[in-house]
């Protein structure tokens, strides 16, 4: 533990550079293989940071599966008129 920071030092690394820095190039598999092993390790010895990690994927995961809602057929066919209309006077 750092006592100026209160963050846990495991294996060279801070947590703090463990989150900011590597994180979302680890899950991105954007690191140097020298870079994967270092977060890798600190994860290892750090439940903080695989806790953090592991709410992170989750949080990806649920965000990607999340879609638009389709807009209504009415809606569709309202905005549609209204383009058709705006070509034909010229105001677009």
Same mark, same amino acid.
């Not at 695989?50 to 066919?77: H, I, K, S």
């Given at each position: 533990? &750092? @006592? %100026?920071?209160? !963050?846990? #030092? =495991?294996?060279?690394? $801070?947590?703090?550079? #463990? $989150? #900011?820095?590597?994180?979302?190039?680890?899950?991105?598999? &954007?690191?140097? *293989?020298?870079? =994967?092993?270092?977060?890798?390790?600190? +994860?290892? @010895?750090?439940?903080?940071?695989?806790?953090?990690? &592991?709410?992170?994927? %989750?949080?990806?995961? /649920? #965000?990607? !599966? =999340?879609?638009? *809602?389709?807009? *209504?057929?009415?809606?569709?066919? $309202?905005?549609?008129?209204? +383009? +058709?209309?705006? /070509?034909?006077?010229?105001?677009?």
């Amino acid at each position: 533990m &750092n @006592a %100026q920071t209160g !963050e846990s #030092v =495991v294996r060279g690394l $801070i947590c703090k550079e #463990v $989150i #900011v820095d590597y994180l979302t190039d680890y899950l991105d598999r &954007n690191l140097s *293989p020298r870079h =994967v092993a270092d977060f890798e390790r600190h +994860l290892e @010895a750090c439940a903080p940071c695989r806790a953090y990690l &592991n709410t992170y994927r %989750q949080t990806r995961r /649920l #965000v990607a !599966e =999340v879609t638009r *809602p389709a807009m *209504p057929d009415e809606m569709r066919a $309202i905005i549609h008129r209204y +383009l +058709l209309t705006q /070509l034909a006077d010229g105001r677009m």
